[in-house]
């Protein structure tokens, strides 16, 4: 007969009530195990970035002699907009000033006297389209007159006055339609003899303006337009340089994405090397003609000075060579992705 087998000393009894049930045991959540794949991915595109950051940064310094040839012609592609919207610049400036110099002039009767001439310039500065008048008596106008050209012997021997007092009135506005009304308006008031108003010069200079302006924005969108001929055509070279190398990547599952990436960054350092080259063109021009225009300006008793980008205007160049880089670099590789099968 076969011997019971005995329970080891100290062996608790087996008890089911300990048993743990499978409903109890929940798995963890997903979110937690998707959260370091996450971060994980994260940081291997950063790292990714960085590294074909520095990739073609280092391809470009290896043939430091072409690429500066590619910088140049966008510099150069650059210069001439730029150079135009400083020259525009300078204009605006001036139309600033000139707005400040449009003025109508209003010529009162012979015979009107003080009291009536300061009711009438009351009577003017309370127009809603007038922002400041400045009345001129005939004995002021006269001694302005005389000094401006010099006749102070030629006029002395005059009977009398003939000019009449005036008010020189500062419209809120220089719109041509709103100071001809003005004009209208304040030539009904009585005592009034005259109202003067010359804006045609005014209006030249605007309609100059406007065509400068006009013209600087097509040279832009034409010259930006080479700058992406430009890029793409270095970019489209450099992608049949490297044609195996992408077969090969794209064979072992690599996207357009991660092959389109280092050529978007040497196209982003080509247009951001245009750009600085085009800032040290633009400084270099503006020191060797300064001193030219300085004298020209001198010769007819004014004060001039070429105006130069500012910080923020630099910002703006090199955000948009940059800009126009990456895109010419991004449309040039695309075109040529398509077209390439692994094989």
Sequence with gaps: MKRPIDKPKGAAPRSRSRAAPRSSQRPAPRA??????????LRAWGRHHRAMWLDSLQRLIRYPLGNLLTMLAIAIALVLPAALWLTLDSARLLDAELDESATLTVYLEMDVGAEEAERIEQAVRADDDVQRTRFISAEQGMADFQQSLGVDDALSGLEGNPLPSSIVVRPSGVDPDLMQTLADRLAALSGVDEVRVDLAWVE???????????????????????????????IRLSVESRRREIEVVMLIGATHAFVRRPFLYSG?????????????LLSLGNHWLSLPVAALAASYGASFSLPQLDVTGSTILLSCSTLLGWLGAWLAVSRHLASIRPR
Excluded: C, D, I
Aim: net charge positive; aromatic share 8%; no cysteine.
């Design 32 to 41: 937690r195990a998707q959260q370091p794949r996450l971060v994980s991915r």
């Design 204 to 234: 030249r200079l605007r309609h100059l303006a406007e065509l400068g302006t006009r013209v600087a924005l097509a040279l832009g969108v034409l010259f930006g337009l080479g700058v992406l001929l430009v890029v793409g055509n270095t």
């Design 268 to 280: 982003a350092w080509y247009g951001f090397g245009g750009g600085l080259l085009a800032l040290g």
